[in-house]
């Protein structure tokens, strides 16, 4: 399993660790990813995703699931958040024609 989040497409980065005698080691920085179920008020359904504490942070502050994918472009999405983006806009227009 590859240690990128699910909805941004964040993964690891590299740098280097500066000694106080100035010398550089390389290293990773590991993006910290929680494992979530997060509910999706229009599929109804629970959405079990692994998202990097940024992000979780993200989707609380747009209300949900459903307002962070609906708010944002799919070019900044993984191809898994922006099928289920599809998925939301599909239910949406089915409710609006009903």
Same mark, same amino acid.
């Given at each position: 399993?590859?240690?990128?989040?699910?909805?941004?497409?964040? @993964?690891?980065?590299? @740098?280097?660790?500066?000694?106080?005698?100035?010398?550089?080691?390389?290293?990773?920085?590991?993006?910290?990813?929680?494992?979530?179920?997060?509910?999706?008020?229009?599929?109804?359904?629970?959405?079990?995703?692994?998202?990097?504490? +940024?992000?979780?942070?993200?989707?609380?502050?747009?209300?949900? /699931?459903?307002?962070? /994918? /609906?708010?944002?472009?799919?070019?900044?999405?993984?191809?898994?958040? +922006?099928?289920?983006?599809?998925? /939301?806009?599909?239910?949406?227009? +089915?409710?609006?024609? +009903?």
């Amino acid at each position: 399993m590859s240690k990128r989040c699910a909805i941004t497409g964040v @993964g690891s980065q590299s @740098g280097n660790n500066v000694s106080h005698s100035n010398r550089k080691t390389r290293t990773r920085f590991m993006p910290n990813l929680q494992h979530v179920s997060l509910k999706s008020e229009l599929l109804g359904v629970n959405v079990p995703l692994r998202v990097t504490a +940024a992000t979780l942070r993200s989707i609380e502050h747009n209300g949900g /699931l459903d307002g962070y /994918l /609906l708010s944002h472009s799919s070019t900044k999405m993984t191809t898994e958040a +922006a099928k289920l983006k599809r998925q /939301l806009k599909k239910k949406l227009l +089915a409710k609006a024609a +009903a």
